[in-house]
């Protein structure tokens, strides 16, 4: 069965695995699928070391490789610890995820806080890593004693309900996010390019002088309005070369269209 | 069946819904199952009004209820349409989340970006949908057609795939970090407090004292360095005044030990 699961073909590529990145460690886990979803969220976000300590059913488990959707690797490569104490051995940095944290004196960070915390640590050359609990249970006081810190995700406080493998993906997702510079908003322009201001008013010069000609501008006192609001209209967002090219024809032919109807 | 899963028991209390908080609109959902994760992941960011187009088994479906570990408000609210322009009539913007957007000349929003604008578009009062695909294809060109900006997760390039709970959850996640105040960092005190200096200093004065005694700082010219080093280490993080009066104890009754042993 392992050299079934290990030699799998389909598993899909991860990408480059870093050395620093956080391990993550799944405490007892219960279900062999949520080992394998975890894998996957893990892979979305760039984690790829994966402990697992004292999981139930035992391991390997077949099902694990079936729900993780390709993230083959780091299952193939998961080790796997009897005690939380030998799965944190060699590490620097422990962070135990912990949605209601109670009657415990100890650091508590959000995941966002967290992972600019762990980029920080793997950048220094430091290793950490990230407990998590039982899928019932979570992480009983002896388990959270021995981290660092306690991560606790802001979430709506009447809710806050989340399996095993959204609890790591969230937590993948701001580990991503931490170093990530893709900006916050962007125009897609494909082959084409934002509308230089001299595009623009070719253009605007072309619709004013279809709209004069046509009549729609006769009322003089209005017309400088007029023309303001369609300049406001057409420069409230990025325009692309390509799109006022297609609005030279549209007016074009609305006027072509006009001028025939009128022969 | 509507009956029951309407009046079912033990729904958790998913908290007040926010009148504007973002529609999440299914498009041609497959599978009932994932309408009900989906539905789990809204509670968890603060999300509640769902939309569904054409989903492809009908509606009502028990499976998303069973699904949806208690969020069965949301379940109950949805609302079906035909189509995705029925779906958005009433709405002022709509963002189509899109992992691989291709060929189409359109803003790109990241997550994050993208619920920061969703709060500011609330805060004014209007209305916004976020657009999900169909769990095998996504979204098609005519869908993406329909909305104002796409969004597109950073996350690992070498393996985007979510499935549409996650999806919604990485949105509802951002959507609720958006509005969120608690600090990166804090320490949980629970019945104590961060120790002052002068409660710092005071244990640091018992233990130079004692460990005088027992000869420990014998060496003259060493003596300040070593009472510095110790001084760091119990800098280095926030301890409380709980801990210091349980090191008093451990200072006392080591040197108690010591002295009884030497009668």
Same mark, same amino acid.
């Given at each position: 069965?392992?050299? +079934?699961?290990?030699?799998?073909?389909?598993?899909? $590529?991860?990408?480059?695995?870093?050395?620093?990145?956080?391990?993550?460690? =799944?405490?007892?886990?219960? @279900? #062999?699928?949520?080992?394998?979803?975890?894998? +996957?969220?893990?892979?979305?976000?760039? @984690?790829?070391? =994966?402990?697992?300590? #004292?999981?139930?059913?035992?391991? !390997?488990?077949?099902?694990?490789? %079936?729900?993780?959707?390709?993230?083959?690797?780091?299952?193939?490569?998961?080790?796997?610890? $009897? *005690?939380?104490?030998?799965?944190?051995? $060699?590490?620097?940095?422990?962070?135990?995820?912990? !949605?209601?944290? +109670?009657?415990?004196?100890?650091?508590?960070?959000?995941?966002?806080?967290?992972?600019?915390?762990?980029?920080?640590?793997?950048?220094?050359?430091?290793?950490?890593? =990230?407990?998590?609990?039982?899928?019932?249970?979570?992480? $009983?006081?002896?388990?959270?004693?021995?981290?660092?810190?306690?991560?606790? %995700?802001?979430?709506?406080?009447?809710?806050?309900? @989340?399996?095993?493998?959204?609890?790591?993906?969230?937590?993948? %997702?701001?580990?991503?996010? #931490?170093?990530?510079?893709?900006? !916050?908003?962007?125009?897609? *322009?494909?082959?084409?390019?934002?509308?230089?201001?001299?595009?623009?008013?070719?253009?605007?010069?072309? @619709?004013?002088?279809?709209?004069?000609?046509?009549?729609?501008?006769?009322?003089?006192?209005?017309? !400088?309005?007029?023309?303001?609001?369609?300049?406001?209209?057409?420069?409230?967002?990025?325009?692309?070369?390509?799109?006022?090219?297609?609005?030279?024809?549209?007016?074009?032919?609305?006027?072509?269209?006009?001028? #025939?109807?009128?022969?």
């Amino acid at each position: 069965m392992e050299a +079934r699961m290990t030699g799998r073909d389909g598993g899909a $590529d991860i990408g480059p695995i870093g050395e620093f990145s956080p391990v993550v460690i =799944l405490v007892r886990p219960q @279900l #062999a699928e949520n080992v394998g979803t975890t894998a +996957r969220a893990m892979a979305n976000g760039g @984690l790829f070391h =994966l402990r697992l300590v #004292a999981p139930r059913d035992g391991w !390997p488990q077949e099902r694990a490789w %079936y729900a993780s959707s390709g993230a083959d690797r780091i299952l193939d490569a998961a080790q796997v610890f $009897d *005690t939380v104490d030998e799965a944190v051995a $060699d590490l620097h940095h422990v962070m135990a995820t912990c !949605p209601r944290p +109670r009657h415990i004196v100890k650091t508590v960070m959000t995941a966002r806080g967290a992972a600019s915390e762990l980029r920080a640590i793997a950048d220094r050359g430091l290793k950490a890593g =990230l407990l998590f609990g039982p899928e019932r249970a979570g992480l $009983d006081n002896e388990d959270m004693a021995r981290a660092d810190v306690l991560i606790r %995700y802001p979430l709506n406080p009447d809710f806050m309900s @989340l399996n095993l493998a959204q609890a790591v993906l969230i937590m993948a %997702y701001e580990w991503w996010m #931490a170093c990530e510079t893709t900006p !916050p908003r962007t125009l897609m *322009t494909n082959e084409t390019h934002v509308a230089t201001k001299g595009e623009l008013e070719n253009f605007l010069g072309h @619709l004013t002088r279809d709209l004069d000609e046509c009549g729609f501008l006769r009322n003089e006192q209005k017309r !400088p309005g007029m023309v303001r609001n369609l300049r406001h209209l057409f420069q409230r967002g990025e325009v692309t070369e390509q799109e006022l090219r297609t609005m030279h024809g549209v007016v074009t032919e609305l006027s072509n269209g006009r001028k #025939a109807r009128q022969q």
